[in-house]
């Protein structure tokens, strides 16, 4: 890769012999390097978002949280218990942060207390999805209110709150599975 971007500064330097067309070619080059490099992290590494909304809170404040995703993980590999971002079933262009808490083949009690679903109904989380709720269930449109979210939503596992330093929190999966 290195050789590459050797040989393509080497063809391009030799062919721009204005010092001001070379300083701004090489620049460029540079430029483009860094957006890609940005592109490819956020998009397969991780990245930081900001907290908003009651639904996960005391885990997370209801704003001006900041915290860490990671998307080296295979949705298949999440477990009860961890929060994880999707994107959301009811608006595509929004991100969501839940804890998940059923898995392919799980049944689940929807609502146990009637408040949210109109009945207390059990649903077999099919293959391939996530039942996901949020801590602050009666502030949060989670599983409940659209259904076992599928797998392919799935950007990411959120693995610490960053901001404030203060709140600095490594999240660890603390849930116990009673069978």
């Not at 909304?53 to 590999?77: C, F, K, Y």
């Not at 898995?103 to 949210?116: A, E, H, N, Q, R």
Request: hydrophobic letters at 40%; aromatic letters at 10%.
């Amino acid at each position: 890769m290195l050789n590459i971007w050797r040989t393509a500064y080497g063809k391009l330097s030799s062919k721009l012999t204005r010092p001001v067309l070379k300083k701004f070619a090489l620049r460029s080059l540079g430029t483009f390097n860094f957006v890609c490099a940005t592109h490819l992290f956020v998009q397969h590494v991780g990245w930081i978002h900001l907290t908003d909304g009651p639904s996960m809170m005391p885990t997370l404040a209801h704003a001006g949280e900041w915290v860490l995703e990671s998307r080296l993980i295979d949705p298949q590999n999440l477990r009860r218990g961890d929060l994880a971002i999707y994107i959301s079933p009811l608006d595509p262009h929004r991100l969501v942060c839940k804890r998940v808490l059923g898995l392919p083949g799980d049944i689940i009690c929807v609502d146990p207390t009637g408040d949210t679903a109109p009945s207390a109904e059990h649903v077999v989380v099919p293959k391939g999805h996530l039942w996901f709720i949020g801590d602050n269930a009666e502030f949060s449109r989670d599983s409940r209110t659209y259904g076992p979210v599928s797998m392919g939503l799935v950007r990411g596992k959120l693995v610490a709150k960053v901001w404030p330093p203060s709140a600095f929190t490594v999240f660890q999966n603390n849930f116990n599975y009673i069978d």
